[in-house]
């Protein structure tokens, strides 16, 4: 097992209770086919989309000059139900010395594709020596998700993701949903984002309402919880709502922007 600043320890963490686990070749994550990981009308709830995603750009970025990296912006597209489990395919389209950008597909076990996603990363310095161990503890880390969900309540819940009635939506931080900076995980903020935007088209329209697409950018280290955030409805034509999402820490600083279309 491996437990550091980098990488936590995934058994008193959210990612370890989802059933992620990766491939032997360590490029692709799966996600197995799991009721509490949908939302009611059968679509992976899409926070648990987000944390799929974001820990699918790992596939992309290991080997040899694996460097620590956080992201700086993630865009998810959720395009249809799936059938059976997930599996991630990664694609490194460029990488630079400070950052590069990963394009990740999700398809199901009928081959079908689910969601799509485009990511920028952020470097925190230069790959190791050839002499450094980076690239063994990140295979150790990713050797510690055992494939099976451990969720007894959708994602959401077991958050505490909380509608407070004014508009705003909250969410408290702790060491079960950090990433290895002790910030808010990015997989984590966009369930959070996720939430509120839906959240706030429901109230708008009196009825159920799905996010079909998010760009969520991490402006600064979410570090001081609770979070708040209190969407505002840009557009609704009756099919598609454009809602902005700021995320603000406990101090009222915004840390997380993010832009969401709602069906």
């Known amino acids: 097992m491996v437990s550091d600043d980098l990488f936590p320890d995934v058994r008193r963490h959210v990612l370890g209770r ?3 686990s990766f491939d032997q070749g360590r490029s ?12 009611a009308d059968g679509h992976v709830n899409f926070g648990v989309l987000g944390v799929l995603l974001d820990m699918g750009s790992s596939g992309a970025l290991a080997g040899e000059e694996f460097s620590p990296w956080v992201h700086a912006d ?27 950008v990963v394009e990740l597909d999700v398809h199901d076990a009928s081959g079908a594709l689910v969601a799509a996603s485009t990511q920028q990363i952020a470097f925190l310095g230069p790959p190791p020596e050839p002499d450094s161990d980076m690239s063994e503890r990140h295979g150790a880390f990713q050797s510690m998700f055992d494939g ?63 996010t079909v697409s998010a760009a969520v ?17 840009l557009h609704d034509d009756g099919h598609v709502s454009v809602v902005r999402t700021p995320v603000l820490d406990v ?13």
């Open 251 to 263: 101090e009222g600083t915004l840390v997380i922007s993010a832009d969401v279309h709602v069906a």
């Open 148 to 210: 099976r969900c451990h969720l007894t309540e959708p994602l959401p819940e077991y958050l505490g993701i909380r509608d407070d009635g004014d508009g705003t939506w909250s969410m408290d931080h702790g060491p079960d949903r950090t990433n290895g900076m002790s910030g808010l995980h990015g997989g984590v903020a966009t369930t959070f984002v996720d939430a509120a935007a839906a959240g706030a088209v429901e109230r708008l329209r009196g009825g159920p309402a799905r």
């Open 28 to 39: 692709a994550v799966r996600l197995p086919d799991e009721p509490v990981l949908l939302d």
């Open 74 to 100: 993630i865009t998810v597209h959720r395009l249809r139900a799936p059938q059976g489990s997930l599996s991630t395919t990664a694609r490194t389209l460029r990488r630079g010395k400070r950052t590069g």
């Open 18 to 20: 989802l059933g992620l």
């Open 217 to 233: 950018r991490y402006l600064r280290p979410a570090l001081h919880g609770p979070f708040s955030v209190t969407p505002e409805v």
